[in-house]
Each structure stands twice: as structure tokens, then as C-alpha cells.
């Protein structure tokens, strides 16, 4: 399986206007952690993939937390008592505070304002705030709607309902030749908000379709779940499919223009680790290496004391760096087709690299093989004639049975893809032959022996400027 080389020989503007379009669609949905809006996103999601989805009923503990009651909104606004609404649901969902209490009373400005979220730095935009845990109501506004409300009493109203009903997920399995699963991670809990949500959604869907009727090494779990409270959810009723899991991607934030930024699994130098970084050095946009820390998207979870999982986390724009994050400036003008469709070719590559990547040995060691006798000194035409030969001497000599594929690109500098074709053609050349064991029924096929050592590092952390984290 090459994906990446699959999708280079497509169009990818058009798979990036297709990703871009599935985003738009789910965009104008009111989501939130519990309710209509998530459901409605993955019926959406699963006209387009094999998807199950799974309702966890209020008050169901999980580890530490409580699944929460169920939030349903229709209609929200402050209107000047029998005269138009100065703030309107219908006009964003994100006027409402997610999770708010229901309310309706005509009240002063001066009670009103203590219920009112505003950017006054950026006047123009409404903030994203949510309360999951805290009963309360509010509305998010503009800050130049804010000033403009007169001093005199507000009729507010929040036709919501928060009661006992569900947790609603999805998961997507596809079954490979080994139990032994890849976990692909995105948060479906935002309202409309493009690149924090749907970015990730769009591009693990559409992932999830290339996998999808395919020969596979290992089993690929999908999961489409509310932030935090879904991965616990979930690592809490399937502890072990968790015992499983051999390598995982939390995806968000991966359609802005932004170059990438793979943050690493709390363990930092497991086969995910490498591969991300290893694909994005030789995917021909910046991309920078970040160290585990404890703040971020659900990686936290997975990579908890207890189950320390091998799950990195894939963006672009580091949340809570760039100013649009959690507002109405995060829209569809803020993420881009060809930085969805780029940002799933790595994707692609990273599976690739997973699914590829085991030791070889070498069959005609003492020396140099004579490639030319074989016909395996000229080009197969796919490279320049140079980085084939070349990747070929690599892979024979570094196929001791000790090193990987993945070993082999890191030292070589040259992409995977070369090396793994090259080992392809040394097999069919009769010089090479797998090593069987090397596959991912191994106890434990992270190798800690080699660690990506040219990416600059930073912690997630520092980039983030210490804003909260998502919950
Ligand atoms: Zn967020």
C-alpha cells in the first residue's frame, strides 16, 4: 500500500475542494459535547464511511468525571422588549455560551453585561466560550455589538434544554491483518468553527475512505468524539481495544495556511513519533517538532499515566498561537482546500510509513552484490537514477537484520517512500527478504534504539502562550 504515491497521482486541488465542501457542509451545525448537533455531524460522516456511533447515558461515570446531561438548543437572542433582536442564534451559534442554562426574563443592562463575553481587541469578532460544567448561561457578541447596547432592560431568552439523555460518538474500524490497531483521534464538539474541529473531522474522514477496502497490516480505529469527555468516555468502556492501540494521531487544526506542527507522544520516541516526523521533513512544508506536554487536544487522555498510549497530535497553527482560535474568525475563509489536501497526504504518508516499515535482511552480504547482473542498476523510472542506486546500497547495507525501513530513512536522509521501494525492488531482485517477525503483532514494535534528532524541538506548551487547554 502507497498511499501517498496514490494521491500524488491525483489531483489533489480537487480532493482539497472536496475535503473544503465537507467542511462547509458541517460547518453551520451547532455542535457541542452531547446533543442533536454531534449526532447530526456523524450521519453526515457516515454517508461517507462505515461509522457506528454510540450513546453513553447521562451519569455514567467515567474514571474521574460523569457523563454530563444532554444540551439541545433552537433558539437564542436579546431583543429590546417587543422590537427587533440586537444579538440572534439564528445569525452564529456561537452568540451562545455552549452549554447554557435556559432562560427567559427582561432584565437591565447592568445584570445583563455580567452574562456577556466580548474581543475587545478584536471588535469585530465573537468569542467561542463554553460552560460544560458549570450551569450558566450567557451570550458571546461582538465587542462593537456590546457597545452599542443601550442602558435600558433586555428581554433574553435561551430556548435550550440540558437533561438526562447522551454521550454521542463514532467509531470507525477497519479491520487489518493484525489485531494490532492505529488509533485516528478528532474532536466533533465545536459549533462553527472551521480549523479547531473541522479541519481535523474532514481530513480523518476522508482518511478513513482511502483506508477503507483496502489490504491492511494493522486494524485503523476512527473515533469522532467530544473533547476530553469523549476520550475519556471512551478509554474508559474500552480499555481493551486501549491495550491495542500500537500508534495514534489526535488530528486538529490541519486546514489553516500555517506550516505543521506534530507534537509528540508523552513517550516520546515510539515508531508515531518518528514517522510524523520523519514525513513532514521531507513534505515540503515548515514543519516543526514539539515535545509531549500536558495542554493541548485529546492526547492528554490517551497519553495519561495508566494507559501513556503512543499518540501524537497533528496540526497546523498551534491552538491558542494565532488570535482567530475560539472565535468567529475561525470560519471558512480561515482554513484552505489545498492545505486540507496537503495536510492529508502526510497523513497518507505517515500510514505509509506504518504499514511498511519492518526489517529486512540482506541475502548476499560479504561485500557488495553486483546490481548490475540483476537489472537493478538503472532507474525503474520513478527517481532520479542517483537516489535509486543510491537507496539501494542503503538498504542492502543496513539490512542486518537490526534496522527498520524507518532506521534506514532516518540515517540515509533519504524519504521513506524511496527506501521502502527500494527494499521492493531489492526483494523482487532476490537480495532482500523480510524479516517475518518484524510486524505488528510484536509485544512491543516501538523501537526506542533511534530517535529523530534534526527537528527542532519546543514544547507545545511554550507555542501555545499558555492558554487554557481544550476541555
Ligand atoms: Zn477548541
Redesign the pocket.
Known amino acids: 500500500m502507497r498511499l501517498e504515491q496514490e494521491l500524488d497521482g491525483k489531483d489533489l486541488a480537487s480532493i482539497g475542494r472536496e475535503l473544503y465542501r465537507f467542511a462547509a457542509d458541517l460547518y453551520p451545525i451547532c455542535r457541542s459535547i452531547t446533543g442533536n448537533g454531534i449526532r447530526q455531524t456523524l450521519a453526515m460522516v457516515t454517508q461517507r464511511i462505515p461509522l457506528q456511533t454510540f450513546e453513553v447515558p447521562s451519569g455514567t461515570s467515567v474514571f474521574d468525571w460523569t457523563v454530563p446531561k444532554e444540551w439541545n438548543i433552537r433558539d437564542a437572542y436579546i431583543r429590546i422588549p417587543g422590537g427587533k433582536r440586537v444579538v440572534d442564534f439564528q445569525q452564529s451559534n456561537l452568540h451562545v455560551l455552549n452549554y447554557s442554562t435556559p432562560v427567559h426574563a427582561t432584565i437591565p443592562l447592568a445584570e445583563l453585561k455580567s452574562h456577556l463575553f466580548s474581543l475587545p481587541d478584536h471588535p469585530d469578532w465573537i468569542p467561542y466560550r463554553t460552560s460544560y460544567y458549570q450551569p450558566n448561561w450567557g451570550f458571546c457578541l461582538s465587542h462593537h455589538q456590546l457597545q452599542a447596547l443601550e442602558d435600558r432592560d433586555y428581554e433574553v431568552c435561551i430556548d435550550s434544554t440540558l437533561e438526562d439523555g447522551h454521550l454521542t460518538y463514532g467509531e470507525c474500524y477497519l479491520p487489518g491483518r493484525s489485531s494490532d490497531e492505529v488509533l485516528i483521534s478528532c474532536h466533533a464538539c465545536?459549533p462553527s468553527l472551521a480549523n479547531?474541529n473541522l479541519s481535523g473531522l474532514a481530513v480523518a474522514t476522508f482518511l478513513a475512505h482511502l483506508l477503507s477496502d483496502r489490504e491492511l497490516r494493522y486494524s485503523y480505529r476512527f473515533l469522532f468524539i467530544p473533547g476530553t469527555i469523549g476520550a475519556i468516555t471512551w478509554l474508559s468502556r474500552n480499555r481493551e481495544s486501549a491495550e491495542r492501540i500500537r500508534h495514534g494521531l489526535v488530528l486538529t487544526g490541519i486546514g489553516d495556511k500555517g506550516g505543521f506542527h506534530y507534537k509528540k507522544s508523552r513517550r516520546g520516541d515510539t515508531d508515531i513519533d518518528r514517522a510524523a516526523a520523519h514525513v513532514l521533513k521531507h513534505c515540503g512544508e515548515a514543519s516543526e517538532v514539539l515535545d509531549f506536554s500536558p495542554y493541548g487536544y485529546d492526547e492528554r487522555q490517551y497519553c495519561s499515566p495508566g494507559f501513556n498510549l503512543a499518540v501524537g497530535c497533528l496540526m497546523r497553527s498551534v491552538?491558542g498561537s494565532f488570535p482567530e482560535y475560539?472565535t468567529s474568525a475561525d470560519n471558512l475563509d480561515f482554513i484552505q482546500p489545498m492545505q486540507l489536501a496537503r495536510s492529508l497526504r502526510v497523513c497518507a504518508g505517515i500510514a505509509d510509513v506504518l504499514e511498511n516499515n519492518q526489517r529486512y535482511r540482506n541475502l548476499s552480504p560479504y561485500c557488495e552484490p553486483q546490481l548490475g547482473k540483476r537489472n537493478l542498476y538503472r532507474s525503474t523510472g520513478g527517481e532520479s537514477i542517483g537516489t535509486e542506486i543510491s537507496a539501494r546500497l542503503w538498504v542492502l547495507n543496513f539490512s542486518d537484520g537490526e534496522n527498520s525501513l524507518l532506521d534506514i530513512a532516518e540515517h540515509s536522509g533519504l524519504p521513506f517512500t524511496t527506501i521502502s521501494n527500494a527494499a521492493e525492488s531489492l526483494c523482487q531482485g532476490g537480495l532482500l527478504s523480510a524479516i517475518a517477525d518484524s510486524g505488528p503483532s510484536e509485544a512491543a514494535p516501538d523501537s526506542s534504539s533511534h530517535r529523530e534528532g534534526s527537528a527542532s524541538c519546543r514544547t507545545a506548551q511554550a507555542a501555545a502562550k499558555l492558554v487554557g487547554p481544550?476541555n
Open positions: 465545536h479547531d491552538w475560539h481544550e
